[in-house]
């Protein structure tokens, strides 16, 4: 055998390898030794092609699965309020409903966790709410962003036949989860993309993901193989309704988000912000801080603004300005207060 068919044989062996390693499921396992065993064959006759490539890296995906894989579950409710208290100020309607949830999964450990749905305009803490569930329940977190999907196959995978054929968002995220059991956000649910009316399509594929009667045995196109995902823990971003399926709505557990007021803004932008811009940009309060007085007149003209999203921005804004003041001057610190305010807001803020 040529030094051509050692390096072919050598591959073949590292993929036997990595599969006896992996601790995919005996039936699927059999399946793929049928895949190695013909190409053993065709590397035998020399008619090795690009089957290897695709055999090679359909394994690498398969091993990656984290089959049997579950974090466990820390359900005690005290510690659910504190870690909600502590990343979110105010939203007490909203973090009563989560821990009532959990509260829930606590005396049921059987039933399937609920679909959460956060309903809300962009920058009122529903992602970063998601996080804390994450969080509190010790579990890996996922965020797949739905905005303008147009296709099943995005959420379904393709068949590994094709060209450049990979897993689907759903697939994927568990992958990166490294768990069966994750935490998977479905951001921006409502902006799925209708474009040659395929809405209807990737609906229907939701509704199989996200019902419990159904996701115990979930196929992705590339994968060809059941899943099991009623172990994950599903929450839906959405700004509006209008979009979703009514069959998808009656499974989901709605969940409105109201807008800040200026009051919970001050308390957000110093309580939370702040220390998130220190950390950003590596300043301390000693090097740069915003006089309190005046973080009324920051908010007030974001009053139109349901969230904090530009307010974190502008904050963000004003401490890499009082940095740059700091080198190119070389001064110790920046304090800024009503005088020199206007110096550090966007231009015609």
């Not at 995005?154 to 994750?182: C, F, L, T």
């Amino acid at each position: 055998m040529d030094k051509n068919n050692n390096s072919v044989s050598d591959d073949i062996q590292k993929l036997k390898a990595k599969l006896d390693a992996s601790n995919l499921p005996e039936e699927l396992k059999d399946k793929i030794q049928i895949s190695i065993i013909r190409l053993e064959r065709m590397s035998a006759l020399r008619s090795y092609s690009s089957d290897y490539e695709v055999t090679s890296k359909y394994i690498d995906t398969l091993t990656q699965i984290p089959w049997g894989i579950k974090t466990e579950d820390n359900l005690d409710i005290n510690n659910a309020k504190k870690i909600l208290d502590k990343n979110h100020f105010g939203m007490n309607d909203i973090k009563e409903r989560v821990l009532e949830y959990l509260a829930s999964m606590h005396f049921n450990t059987e039933q399937s966790a609920p679909i959460l749905c956060f309903v809300g305009l962009q920058g009122i803490g529903k992602t970063t709410i998601a996080k804390s569930i994450s969080e509190a329940l010790g579990r890996n977190f996922e965020r797949i962003s739905l905005g303008g999907v147009s296709s099943v196959l995005e959420i379904r995978g393709q068949s590994k036949v094709n060209p450049d054929a990979e897993p689907g968002y759903i697939i994927k995220s568990i992958i990166r989860a490294k768990s069966m059991n994750p935490v998977i956000l479905l951001d921006e649910f409502d902006k799925i993309s209708d474009e040659g009316g395929v809405r209807s399509a990737i609906m229907a594929t939701f509704l199989e993901i996200l019902d419990p009667e159904q996701n115990g045995d979930f196929t992705d196109h590339y994968i060809d193989y059941p899943i099991d995902l009623s172990n994950v823990m599903f929450i839906l971003t959405a700004n509006n309704l209008g979009t979703i399926s009514s069959a998808l709505l009656d499974r989901l557990e709605i969940i409105r988000f109201t807008s800040y007021t200026d009051e919970e803004k001050l308390k957000i932008a110093i309580d939370y912000l702040m220390p998130k811009v220190y950390k950003s940009i590596g300043l301390n309060k000693e090097q740069f801080e915003i006089d309190e007085n005046v973080f009324p007149d920051i908010i007030r003209p974001l009053g139109y603004e349901a969230g904090i999203r530009e307010l974190e921005r502008i904050l963000m804004g004003m401490g890499r300005k009082a940095a740059k003041k700091i080198l190119v001057e070389n001064i110790k610190s920046v304090k800024i207060d009503s005088s020199n305010l206007k110096n550090f807001l966007p231009i015609g803020y």
